[in-house]
């Protein structure tokens, strides 16, 4: 981390739809000149200036011009600030300019990265560089995948405290949700499928429930692609959208913490959809392709719902931990806006926020949100994202 940094954040990607929420959220949150030091960034300095005065941010928000295509511009932006965060994807496409040169020079990263072969390759490329340099690269900073990944992390913890130690298997499963995924995971997933139609070996990464822990191989994993009916939780369920991405991270999460869960940890995820006949049609429809990302009618990347949907979202996703002898724990994250916007724009800020201020100590490399800051972010995102964790 640059301690010289003329800034603690530089929001890359201020003038998109998520950018401008970010803005939003911290100008409103923290002001300006004030306790976090930020700045607003991309392509063009009118459009940003634009962006700020629609937002309400004071006139004295500064604006940095910065272009994924040109690489003098990245670092000139990286050189600036103790930690880039950026909304600009799908990264496949935006990213890797950008996290080489947080790399190179020792300045944090953070972004909203859900596709898993893109973040193996820049692992390989980046981690060694980042550890010599200190830099943090922190992928994965929203809805994918910090109420999973934490949630995880959170339910161990419990486990710890009521069980004595950690649990081998977890099952994480979605019991309610309202808002859309947004139209940068759209393009992502698109961008996703068209590279592995042209390089093969990009299939057998999105396959491996371990690809982002490169070098290891854990136990064979549920693979969570069709519906089933839960005895313990009386209700069918279906799969989850998202488990693709969300899964992998958590192990990686557990590889960085020293295979603390258990070196032959289970996880897996997917969506409950109520008991009977109801249930299994509602977790059939969804199997067989209902609510998927890949359609032409979602969101374009930079569209989004009004404030309105926003305000109105919502998410709950329960978390069981099952111990060895058939003790349970469960815990619980919920939200309080949609997820692909009003919660994943406060989960970044704030996951930017905690790196740069509190989490001074760890060290550089290429880290999951819940490894590298655990119960600190857990505590910002409960003071000021609208998130909850429970123990049930």
Same mark, same amino acid.
């Given at each position: 981390?640059n301690p010289?940094a003329?800034? %603690?954040?530089?929001?890359?990607g201020? !003038?998109?739809?998520t950018?401008?929420l970010v803005?939003?959220y911290l100008?409103r949150?923290?002001?300006v000149g004030?306790?976090?030091?930020w700045?607003?960034a991309?392509? !063009?300095?009118?459009?940003?200036?634009?962006?700020?005065d629609?937002?309400?941010?004071p006139?004295?928000?500064?604006?940095?011009?910065a #272009?994924a295509?040109?690489?003098?511009? +990245?670092?000139?932006?990286?050189?600036?600030?103790k930690a880039?965060?950026?909304?600009?994807?799908?990264?496949q496409l935006y990213g890797s300019?950008?996290?080489?040169?947080?790399?190179?020079?020792?300045t944090?990263? +953070? #972004?909203?990265?859900?596709?898993?072969?893109?973040?193996?390759h820049m692992? %390989?490329a980046h981690?060694a560089?980042a550890? @010599?340099?200190?830099a943090?690269i922190v992928f994965?900073?929203?809805? #994918?995948s910090?109420? &999973?990944?934490?949630g995880v992390w959170?339910?161990q913890e419990? *486990?710890?405290?009521?069980?004595?130690?950690p649990?081998?298997?977890?099952?994480? @499963?979605?019991?309610g949700m309202?808002g859309?995924?947004?139209g940068?995971? =759209?393009?992502s997933?698109k961008?996703?499928?068209a *590279?592995?139609a @042209? %390089?093969?070996s990009?299939?057998?990464?999105?396959?491996?429930p371990f690809?982002?822990?490169?070098g290891?191989?854990?136990?064979?994993?549920?693979?969570?692609?069709?519906?089933?009916?839960e005895e313990?939780?009386?209700?069918w !369920?279906?799969?989850?959208?998202?488990a693709a991405?969300?899964?992998r991270?958590v192990?990686?999460?557990?590889?960085l913490l020293?295979? !603390?869960?258990? =070196? %032959? &940890?289970?996880?897996d995820?997917?969506?409950?959809?109520?008991?009977g006949d109801?249930?299994?049609?509602?977790a059939?429809?969804?199997a067989?392709? =209902?609510?998927g990302?890949?359609?032409e009618?979602?969101?374009?990347?930079?569209?989004?719902p009004s404030?309105?949907? @926003?305000?109105t979202?919502?998410? #709950?996703v329960l978390f069981?931990?099952i111990?060895?002898?058939?003790q349970?724990?469960?815990a619980?994250?919920?939200g309080?806006?949609d997820?692909?916007?009003?919660s994943?724009?406060?989960?970044?800020?704030e996951?930017?926020?905690?790196l740069v201020?509190? *989490?001074g100590?760890v060290?550089?490399g290429?880290?999951?949100?819940? =490894?590298a800051m655990?119960?600190?972010l857990?505590a910002?995102?409960?003071?000021?994202?609208g998130?909850?964790?429970t123990?049930?």
């Amino acid at each position: 981390m640059n301690p010289a940094a003329e800034f %603690d954040i530089i929001v890359y990607g201020a !003038s998109g739809f998520t950018g401008r929420l970010v803005a939003e959220y911290l100008a409103r949150q923290y002001g300006v000149g004030g306790s976090v030091r930020w700045a607003m960034a991309g392509r !063009s300095l009118e459009k940003l200036a634009e962006v700020r005065d629609e937002i309400g941010a004071p006139g004295e928000t500064p604006l940095v011009v910065a #272009d994924a295509g040109d690489e003098a511009s +990245l670092a000139a932006m990286v050189s600036r600030t103790k930690a880039v965060l950026t909304t600009v994807g799908p990264y496949q496409l935006y990213g890797s300019a950008l996290v080489a040169a947080c790399a190179a020079a020792g300045t944090d990263y +953070l #972004d909203l990265c859900g596709e898993p072969a893109w973040m193996r390759h820049m692992i %390989d490329a980046h981690q060694a560089t980042a550890q @010599r340099t200190g830099a943090r690269i922190v992928f994965s900073c929203g809805f #994918d995948s910090i109420p &999973f990944e934490l949630g995880v992390w959170f339910v161990q913890e419990a *486990a710890r405290q009521k069980l004595g130690g950690p649990v081998p298997r977890v099952k994480g @499963r979605v019991r309610g949700m309202k808002g859309g995924f947004s139209g940068g995971t =759209a393009a992502s997933l698109k961008a996703t499928m068209a *590279a592995a139609a @042209r %390089d093969p070996s990009i299939i057998a990464l999105l396959k491996n429930p371990f690809s982002l822990v490169p070098g290891f191989e854990g136990p064979e994993q549920p693979s969570g692609a069709k519906p089933l009916f839960e005895e313990d939780l009386g209700s069918w !369920s279906a799969p989850f959208v998202m488990a693709a991405i969300n899964t992998r991270n958590v192990h990686r999460s557990n590889a960085l913490l020293g295979q !603390s869960y258990a =070196a %032959d &940890f289970v996880y897996d995820e997917m969506m409950l959809t109520g008991p009977g006949d109801q249930g299994q049609q509602i977790a059939e429809a969804i199997a067989g392709g =209902a609510g998927g990302l890949g359609g032409e009618g979602g969101p374009k990347p930079g569209e989004g719902p009004s404030k309105e949907e @926003r305000e109105t979202g919502f998410y #709950d996703v329960l978390f069981v931990g099952i111990a060895a002898d058939g003790q349970r724990v469960m815990a619980s994250v919920k939200g309080d806006k949609d997820p692909g916007y009003g919660s994943t724009s406060k989960m970044i800020a704030e996951s930017a926020i905690c790196l740069v201020t509190e *989490a001074g100590e760890v060290p550089g490399g290429i880290w999951t949100p819940g =490894a590298a800051m655990q119960g600190k972010l857990v505590a910002r995102l409960e003071a000021n994202a609208g998130l909850k964790f429970t123990v049930e």
